[in-house]
Protein backbone atom coordinates (compact mmCIF):
# COMPACT_ATOMS: atom_id res chain seq x y z
CA UNK A 1 0.00 0.00 0.00
CA UNK A 2 1.19 3.56 -0.79
CA UNK A 3 2.81 5.95 2.13
CA UNK A 4 -0.11 8.95 1.06
CA UNK A 5 -2.93 6.05 1.26
CA UNK A 6 -0.99 4.75 4.99
CA UNK A 7 -0.97 7.88 5.97
CA UNK A 8 -4.55 8.87 5.26
CA UNK A 9 -5.78 5.94 7.53
CA UNK A 10 -3.95 6.62 9.81
CA UNK A 11 -5.70 10.11 10.55
CA UNK A 12 -9.02 8.92 10.22
CA UNK A 13 -8.22 6.16 12.83
CA UNK A 14 -6.85 9.19 15.06
CA UNK A 15 -10.01 10.89 14.15
CA UNK A 16 -12.18 8.57 14.86
CA UNK A 17 -11.17 7.56 18.20
CA UNK A 18 -11.24 11.33 18.99
CA UNK A 19 -14.57 11.42 18.53
CA UNK A 20 -15.53 8.39 20.32
CA UNK A 21 -14.01 9.56 23.45
CA UNK A 22 -15.65 12.94 22.91
CA UNK A 23 -19.10 11.24 22.74
CA UNK A 24 -18.33 9.17 25.90
CA UNK A 25 -17.50 12.69 28.25
CA UNK A 26 -21.12 13.16 29.83
CA UNK A 27 -20.01 15.92 32.18
CA UNK A 28 -19.68 18.43 29.70
CA UNK A 29 -22.50 21.49 29.78
CA UNK A 30 -25.04 21.48 27.49
CA UNK A 31 -24.01 25.48 25.88
CA UNK A 32 -20.17 23.68 25.39
CA UNK A 33 -22.26 20.23 23.82
CA UNK A 34 -23.38 22.23 21.27
CA UNK A 35 -20.93 23.80 19.96
CA UNK A 36 -18.48 20.93 20.11
CA UNK A 37 -21.36 18.63 18.51
CA UNK A 38 -21.31 21.54 15.67
CA UNK A 39 -17.62 21.26 15.44
CA UNK A 40 -17.81 17.30 15.55
CA UNK A 41 -20.19 17.42 12.87
CA UNK A 42 -17.93 18.98 10.04
CA UNK A 43 -15.01 17.53 11.00
CA UNK A 44 -16.68 14.20 10.99
CA UNK A 45 -17.92 15.45 7.61
CA UNK A 46 -14.38 15.90 6.77
CA UNK A 47 -13.13 13.15 7.94
CA UNK A 48 -15.86 10.50 6.42
CA UNK A 49 -15.03 12.64 3.24
CA UNK A 50 -11.30 11.52 3.26
CA UNK A 51 -12.27 8.08 4.49
CA UNK A 52 -14.23 7.27 1.39
CA UNK A 53 -11.69 8.81 -0.59
CA UNK A 54 -9.15 6.25 0.82
CA UNK A 55 -12.28 3.26 1.13
CA UNK A 56 -12.40 3.68 -3.15
CA UNK A 57 -8.77 2.95 -3.38
CA UNK A 58 -8.76 0.14 -1.65
CA UNK A 59 -9.38 -2.53 -4.93
CA UNK A 60 -7.06 -0.89 -6.65
CA UNK A 61 -4.10 -0.83 -3.60
CA UNK A 62 -5.16 -4.30 -3.01
CA UNK A 63 -4.74 -5.41 -6.75
CA UNK A 64 -1.54 -3.69 -6.91
CA UNK A 65 -0.06 -5.76 -3.71
CA UNK A 66 -1.49 -8.86 -5.56
CA UNK A 67 0.54 -8.21 -8.58
CA UNK A 68 3.87 -7.30 -7.15
CA UNK A 69 3.95 -9.80 -4.28
CA UNK A 70 5.42 -12.17 -7.43
CA UNK A 71 8.01 -9.57 -7.19
CA UNK A 72 8.90 -9.63 -3.97
CA UNK A 73 12.68 -10.21 -3.55
CA UNK A 74 13.06 -10.13 -7.18
CA UNK A 75 13.99 -7.97 -9.97
CA UNK A 76 13.73 -7.96 -13.65
CA UNK A 77 16.44 -6.96 -16.11
CA UNK A 78 15.62 -3.18 -16.86
CA UNK A 79 17.43 -2.70 -19.97
CA UNK A 80 17.63 -3.83 -23.84
CA UNK A 81 21.20 -5.39 -24.02
CA UNK A 82 23.70 -7.01 -21.79
CA UNK A 83 24.07 -5.89 -18.03
CA UNK A 84 27.66 -6.83 -16.69
CA UNK A 85 27.50 -8.24 -12.83
CA UNK A 86 30.60 -7.25 -11.20
CA UNK A 87 32.34 -9.51 -7.99
CA UNK A 88 32.26 -6.20 -5.74
CA UNK A 89 29.56 -2.95 -5.51
CA UNK A 90 32.26 -0.37 -6.65
CA UNK A 91 33.37 0.71 -10.76
CA UNK A 92 36.04 -1.26 -12.16
CA UNK A 93 35.16 -4.46 -10.34
CA UNK A 94 36.04 -7.91 -11.70
CA UNK A 95 33.03 -9.14 -14.22
CA UNK A 96 31.69 -12.67 -12.88
CA UNK A 97 28.74 -12.60 -15.55
CA UNK A 98 25.90 -11.11 -17.53
CA UNK A 99 22.43 -10.55 -17.08
CA UNK A 100 20.43 -10.50 -20.60
CA UNK A 101 17.32 -7.84 -21.48
CA UNK A 102 14.42 -10.56 -19.88
CA UNK A 103 16.38 -12.19 -16.83
CA UNK A 104 14.61 -12.48 -13.66
CA UNK A 105 17.04 -12.44 -10.47
CA UNK A 106 16.63 -12.78 -6.73
CA UNK A 107 17.43 -9.35 -4.59
CA UNK A 108 20.07 -10.27 -2.10
CA UNK A 109 20.55 -7.17 -0.94
CA UNK A 110 18.86 -3.50 -2.49
CA UNK A 111 20.92 -1.02 -2.39
CA UNK A 112 20.83 2.58 -3.96
CA UNK A 113 23.34 2.38 -6.49
CA UNK A 114 24.26 -1.14 -6.18
CA UNK A 115 22.35 -4.39 -5.71
CA UNK A 116 23.21 -7.72 -4.96
CA UNK A 117 21.40 -10.15 -6.74
CA UNK A 118 21.63 -13.71 -7.79
CA UNK A 119 20.45 -16.24 -10.80
CA UNK A 120 21.23 -19.37 -11.62
CA UNK A 121 24.90 -19.97 -11.32
CA UNK A 122 25.30 -16.00 -10.80
CA UNK A 123 25.79 -14.21 -7.60
CA UNK A 124 27.26 -10.33 -7.59
CA UNK A 125 26.14 -6.77 -8.03
CA UNK A 126 24.48 -4.83 -10.89
CA UNK A 127 23.42 -1.25 -10.48
CA UNK A 128 20.12 -0.52 -9.35
CA UNK A 129 18.78 1.51 -12.27
CA UNK A 130 19.53 -1.34 -14.64
CA UNK A 131 17.07 -3.06 -12.62
CA UNK A 132 12.93 -3.61 -12.36
CA UNK A 133 11.56 -3.80 -8.99
CA UNK A 134 7.98 -3.57 -7.56
CA UNK A 135 5.21 -2.16 -9.99
CA UNK A 136 7.80 -1.20 -12.35
CA UNK A 137 8.67 -5.43 -12.46
CA UNK A 138 5.22 -5.74 -13.26
CA UNK A 139 5.30 -3.35 -16.10
CA UNK A 140 8.65 -4.56 -17.69
CA UNK A 141 7.59 -8.35 -17.02
CA UNK A 142 4.86 -7.96 -18.91
CA UNK A 143 6.82 -6.70 -21.74
CA UNK A 144 9.47 -8.92 -21.66
CA UNK A 145 9.05 -11.95 -19.66
CA UNK A 146 5.35 -13.47 -21.31
CA UNK A 147 3.59 -15.87 -19.01
CA UNK A 148 3.92 -19.40 -21.10
CA UNK A 149 2.43 -22.67 -20.18
CA UNK A 150 4.50 -25.61 -19.82
CA UNK A 151 4.23 -28.81 -18.78
CA UNK A 152 6.18 -30.03 -15.45
CA UNK A 153 8.83 -33.29 -15.89
CA UNK A 154 8.19 -35.47 -13.67
CA UNK A 155 4.31 -35.50 -13.89
CA UNK A 156 3.05 -33.67 -16.82
CA UNK A 157 1.07 -31.10 -15.06
CA UNK A 158 0.75 -27.92 -16.84
CA UNK A 159 2.51 -24.53 -14.81
CA UNK A 160 2.28 -20.88 -15.79
CA UNK A 161 5.61 -19.64 -15.70
CA UNK A 162 7.50 -16.57 -17.20
CA UNK A 163 9.64 -17.05 -19.95
CA UNK A 164 13.38 -15.28 -19.27
CA UNK A 165 16.80 -15.42 -20.31
CA UNK A 166 18.80 -17.24 -17.83
CA UNK A 167 22.37 -15.52 -15.97
CA UNK A 168 25.42 -16.30 -17.45
CA UNK A 169 28.67 -16.99 -15.74
CA UNK A 170 31.89 -15.76 -17.97
CA UNK A 171 32.82 -19.28 -18.44
CA UNK A 172 29.15 -20.40 -19.05
CA UNK A 173 29.28 -17.83 -21.96
CA UNK A 174 33.11 -19.05 -23.17
CA UNK A 175 31.90 -22.71 -23.11
CA UNK A 176 29.02 -21.56 -25.79
CA UNK A 177 31.06 -19.59 -28.26
CA UNK A 178 33.60 -22.41 -28.51
CA UNK A 179 30.17 -24.60 -29.25
CA UNK A 180 28.91 -22.31 -31.30
CA UNK A 181 32.25 -22.29 -33.12
CA UNK A 182 32.66 -25.53 -33.63
CA UNK A 183 28.88 -26.04 -34.35
CA UNK A 184 29.48 -23.43 -37.21
CA UNK A 185 33.40 -25.24 -38.12
CA UNK A 186 31.08 -28.87 -38.45
CA UNK A 187 28.55 -27.09 -40.49
CA UNK A 188 30.76 -25.84 -42.40
CA UNK A 189 33.20 -29.05 -43.20
CA UNK A 190 29.67 -30.95 -43.68
CA UNK A 191 28.83 -28.74 -46.18
CA UNK A 192 32.31 -28.36 -47.82
CA UNK A 193 31.84 -32.12 -47.79
CA UNK A 194 28.32 -32.23 -49.52
CA UNK A 195 30.24 -30.16 -52.29
CA UNK A 196 33.11 -32.41 -52.94
CA UNK A 197 30.68 -35.42 -52.78
CA UNK A 198 28.46 -33.45 -55.10
CA UNK A 199 31.28 -32.86 -57.42
CA UNK A 200 33.11 -36.10 -57.61
CA UNK A 201 29.52 -37.71 -58.11
CA UNK A 202 29.17 -35.57 -61.02
CA UNK A 203 32.51 -35.86 -62.34
CA UNK A 204 32.47 -39.87 -62.28
CA UNK A 205 29.08 -39.66 -63.88
CA UNK A 206 30.64 -37.44 -66.63
CA UNK A 207 33.56 -40.06 -67.20
CA UNK A 208 31.04 -42.94 -67.49
CA UNK A 209 29.22 -41.28 -69.86
CA UNK A 210 32.32 -40.58 -71.59
CA UNK A 211 33.79 -44.24 -71.15
CA UNK A 212 29.96 -44.92 -72.59
CA UNK A 213 30.31 -43.35 -75.45
CA UNK A 214 34.00 -44.20 -76.35
CA UNK A 215 33.23 -47.46 -75.45
CA UNK A 216 30.34 -47.18 -78.26
CA UNK A 217 32.85 -45.28 -80.80
CA UNK A 218 35.50 -47.87 -80.19
CA UNK A 219 32.62 -50.68 -80.78
CA UNK A 220 31.75 -49.15 -84.32
CA UNK A 221 35.16 -48.14 -85.21
CA UNK A 222 36.21 -51.49 -84.61
CA UNK A 223 33.86 -52.82 -87.24
CA UNK A 224 35.34 -55.90 -88.98
CA UNK A 225 35.74 -55.35 -92.71
CA UNK A 226 32.96 -58.01 -93.05
CA UNK A 227 30.59 -55.55 -91.28
CA UNK A 228 31.67 -52.61 -93.17
CA UNK A 229 30.95 -54.49 -96.37
CA UNK A 230 27.49 -55.55 -95.32
CA UNK A 231 26.69 -52.07 -94.48
CA UNK A 232 27.78 -50.92 -98.08
CA UNK A 233 25.83 -53.71 -99.41
CA UNK A 234 22.28 -52.54 -97.78
CA UNK A 235 23.68 -49.10 -98.47
CA UNK A 236 24.00 -50.35 -101.82
CA UNK A 237 20.20 -52.05 -101.83
CA UNK A 238 18.61 -49.10 -99.75
CA UNK A 239 20.06 -46.20 -101.80
CA UNK A 240 22.31 -47.13 -104.27
CA UNK A 241 20.23 -44.96 -106.50
CA UNK A 242 20.29 -41.89 -103.79
CA UNK A 243 22.97 -39.08 -103.74
CA UNK A 244 25.70 -39.71 -101.80
CA UNK A 245 24.37 -37.67 -98.65
CA UNK A 246 21.37 -40.18 -98.81
CA UNK A 247 23.56 -43.09 -98.82
CA UNK A 248 25.96 -42.13 -95.97
CA UNK A 249 22.25 -41.66 -94.28
CA UNK A 250 21.14 -44.71 -94.60
CA UNK A 251 24.45 -45.84 -92.89
CA UNK A 252 23.97 -43.46 -89.85
CA UNK A 253 20.75 -44.88 -89.61
CA UNK A 254 21.79 -48.56 -88.71
CA UNK A 255 24.47 -46.83 -86.75
CA UNK A 256 21.90 -44.72 -84.84
CA UNK A 257 20.31 -48.56 -84.14
CA UNK A 258 24.11 -49.96 -82.79
CA UNK A 259 23.57 -47.28 -79.96
CA UNK A 260 20.18 -46.69 -79.42
CA UNK A 261 19.86 -49.42 -76.34
CA UNK A 262 16.48 -50.29 -77.96
CA UNK A 263 17.54 -52.18 -80.96
CA UNK A 264 20.68 -54.65 -81.15
CA UNK A 265 24.19 -53.58 -80.20
CA UNK A 266 26.02 -54.52 -83.53
CA UNK A 267 25.42 -54.05 -87.01
CA UNK A 268 25.12 -57.59 -88.28
CA UNK A 269 22.41 -58.00 -85.69
CA UNK A 270 20.48 -54.46 -86.39
CA UNK A 271 20.44 -55.25 -90.58
CA UNK A 272 19.32 -59.05 -90.19
CA UNK A 273 16.66 -58.18 -87.63
CA UNK A 274 13.37 -59.82 -88.15
CA UNK A 275 11.37 -57.28 -90.32
CA UNK A 276 13.34 -54.32 -90.03
CA UNK A 277 15.43 -54.46 -93.36
CA UNK A 278 13.11 -55.09 -96.55
CA UNK A 279 16.82 -56.49 -99.07
CA UNK A 280 17.69 -58.78 -95.79
CA UNK A 281 13.59 -60.16 -95.54
CA UNK A 282 14.17 -60.78 -99.32
CA UNK A 283 17.49 -61.85 -99.86
CA UNK A 284 19.00 -59.52 -102.07
CA UNK A 285 21.26 -58.28 -99.86
CA UNK A 286 23.07 -62.04 -99.54
CA UNK A 287 23.14 -61.55 -103.19
CA UNK A 288 24.51 -58.40 -103.42
CA UNK A 289 27.42 -59.62 -100.96
CA UNK A 290 27.44 -62.82 -103.16
CA UNK A 291 28.24 -61.42 -106.05
CA UNK A 292 30.13 -57.88 -104.84
CA UNK A 293 28.36 -55.40 -107.10
CA UNK A 294 28.46 -52.81 -104.18
CA UNK A 295 29.87 -49.71 -105.64
CA UNK A 296 32.96 -47.51 -104.43
CA UNK A 297 30.30 -44.69 -103.47
CA UNK A 298 28.34 -46.92 -101.38
CA UNK A 299 31.67 -48.28 -99.62
CA UNK A 300 32.91 -44.67 -99.00
CA UNK A 301 29.07 -44.11 -97.62
CA UNK A 302 29.66 -47.14 -95.29
CA UNK A 303 32.81 -45.65 -94.44
CA UNK A 304 31.86 -42.03 -93.28
CA UNK A 305 29.21 -43.45 -91.40
CA UNK A 306 31.48 -46.22 -89.32
CA UNK A 307 33.46 -43.23 -89.00
CA UNK A 308 30.67 -40.64 -87.46
CA UNK A 309 29.12 -38.74 -90.20
CA UNK A 310 25.31 -38.15 -89.78
CA UNK A 311 23.65 -36.23 -91.92
CA UNK A 312 20.34 -37.45 -90.02
CA UNK A 313 20.39 -36.50 -86.28
CA UNK A 314 19.08 -39.20 -84.05
CA UNK A 315 16.73 -40.63 -87.00
CA UNK A 316 15.96 -44.24 -86.31
CA UNK A 317 14.21 -44.97 -89.21
CA UNK A 318 13.80 -44.00 -93.22
CA UNK A 319 10.87 -44.74 -96.03
CA UNK A 320 8.85 -43.22 -98.17
CA UNK A 321 6.64 -41.40 -95.96
CA UNK A 322 5.72 -37.72 -95.74
CA UNK A 323 7.35 -36.46 -92.20
CA UNK A 324 11.05 -36.08 -90.70
CA UNK A 325 13.78 -35.01 -92.93
CA UNK A 326 13.66 -35.48 -96.67
CA UNK A 327 17.43 -36.55 -98.41
CA UNK A 328 16.82 -37.55 -101.78
CA UNK A 329 13.96 -40.09 -102.43
CA UNK A 330 13.96 -40.99 -97.99
CA UNK A 331 12.35 -39.12 -95.03
CA UNK A 332 14.63 -39.74 -92.69
CA UNK A 333 13.13 -39.59 -88.80
Same mark, same amino acid.
Given at each position: ????????????????????????????????? +????????????T?????A??L????????????????????????? #????V??? #??????????????T??D???? #? /?V???????????? /?????????????? *??????? /???????????????????????????????????????????????????????????????????????????A???G +?????????????????? +? #??????????? *??????????????????????????????? /??????T???????????????????????????????????????
Open positions: MRKENKRMLAVVLSAVCVLTAAGMDGSISVAST +ETRQTDSIEKTQISSALSVEQIPEVAAVAVSTQEWHQKAVSNVD #GETDLLA #GEEGSEVVGKLYHNIVVEEK #G /VWTRVSADEVNGY /VKSDSLAFGTDAVR *RADQVCP /VVEKPMEDNGAIVRTRESEPAKTLAQIEEEQKAAAQAAEEARKAEEAKKKAEEEAAAAQAQQQAQEAQASQQAVTATS +EQALLAALIFCEAGGEPY +E #GQVAVGAVVMN *RVRSGIFPNSITEVIYQSGQFGPAITGKLDA /VLADGRTASCYQAAADALAGANPIGEALYFGNGDYGQLIGNHWFH
